[in-house]
């Protein structure tokens, strides 16, 4: 074989544009861990392709009841940045933060990200809590990511996190930013047309998951299944709701969807109202993939439930 020249640097460039393809591949992402699946994918939104996202729930879990895992405490380990709901929502994101010793994620650390920051708060408790109001929700209702509105809070909190991580990348992060805005505000516009001939209806829900749901589309909730949030329903608390479900005409019963039923059945059974199961979160059916979906879906669902009536 004789060497030839225009084959050998042929080879050198391939293996030259090989490393340089490889080395784009492993360039640094911002590795980021979110509580929530819908933190997940409105990071995802804002942070482009810079960012590599995990969630640490599924959006078929109640975000009350998350179970902290070695898992969870290694992905922390190696993230750059958490992003969680706040509140008392997800206290189990504590002591993961405790565990895992990862500096850059303290709490008040530049990659330490409470989504609920600036947020204004429903039901926020006036004077002394105390045990009888139940023992979540202490510091307002932390559901607050059910007003579609309220995702420019969450995005922008995540976007200043962003930028700490990533100053060089402000400028694509800010253009990732105001594209999610829009869409948000062309969603939500459409979502408040449809939901004004719905506006005043009576429902019963599951959990008090809804209420900024609710105050931001007209809704009217008469009651919840459970007596106080994270307390089971009792038979006599159910007796009572039937009662003031016929009393006030409640034709839906609007249930998180992992929950059980055995309660909102019965109540339906008792009332003729119609359950509504839905996602609160992006993955929580399978027909919702994404944040957006999750209202796409609970409204065309009301939207049949109210059309029954
Ligand atoms: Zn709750």
Redesign the pocket.
């Known amino acids: 074989m004789t060497w030839n020249k225009d084959e050998t640097m042929k080879k050198l460039f391939l293996t030259a544009a090989a490393l340089a393809l490889w080395a784009g591949a492993a360039r640094a992402e911002i590795k980021v861990v979110t509580a929530s699946s819908d933190l997940k994918y409105i990071c995802e939104r804002v942070g482009g392709a810079e960012v590599k996202v995990e969630s640490l729930s599924s959006g078929d879990q109640d975000l ?1 009841m998350v179970e902290p895992r070695p898992s969870m405490v290694f992905k922390l380990k190696k993230a750059d940045l958490l992003l969680r709901v706040g509140l008392d ?1 997800d206290m189990w994101v504590d002591s993961l933060i405790n565990a895992a010793r990862n500096p850059r994620l303290f709490y008040g650390a530049a990659g330490y990200v409470d989504a609920s920051a600036g947020m204004a708060l429903l039901e926020k408790p006036e004077g002394k809590v105390d045990a009888s109001m139940g023992d ?2 202490i510091y307002g209702n ?2 607050y990511w059910l007003d579609p509105a309220n995702a420019k809070t969450m995005a922008k909190n995540i976007l200043a996190g962003l930028k700490r991580a990533a100053p060089e990348k402000c400028a694509e992060f800010d253009a990732n930013y105001a594209a999610f805005i829009k869409e948000t505000d062309e969603k939500l516009a459409g979502w408040q047309q449809r939901m004004a001939p719905l506006k005043g209806l009576k429902v019963v829900t599951y ?3 809804w209420p900024y749901f609710a105050a931001r589309f007209g809704l009217d909730v008469a009651g919840h299944v459970e007596p106080k ?1 994270g307390i089971p329903p009792s038979a006599s608390h159910l007796d009572g709701l039937v009662k003031k479900m016929k009393a006030e005409n409640v034709k839906v019963i609007l249930t998180e969807s992992y929950y059980p039923r055995k309660g909102p059945d019965f109540l339906a059974g008792k009332t003729g109202a119609a359950v509504v199961t839905a996602a609160v979160s992006a993955g929580g059916t399978k027909d919702v993939g994404t944040y957006f979906d999750v209202f796409e879906r609970v409204i065309t669902e009301l939207e049949k439930a109210a059309e029954k009536k």
């Open positions: 009350h929502l979540i929700h932390p559901h959990h008090s998951s949030p």
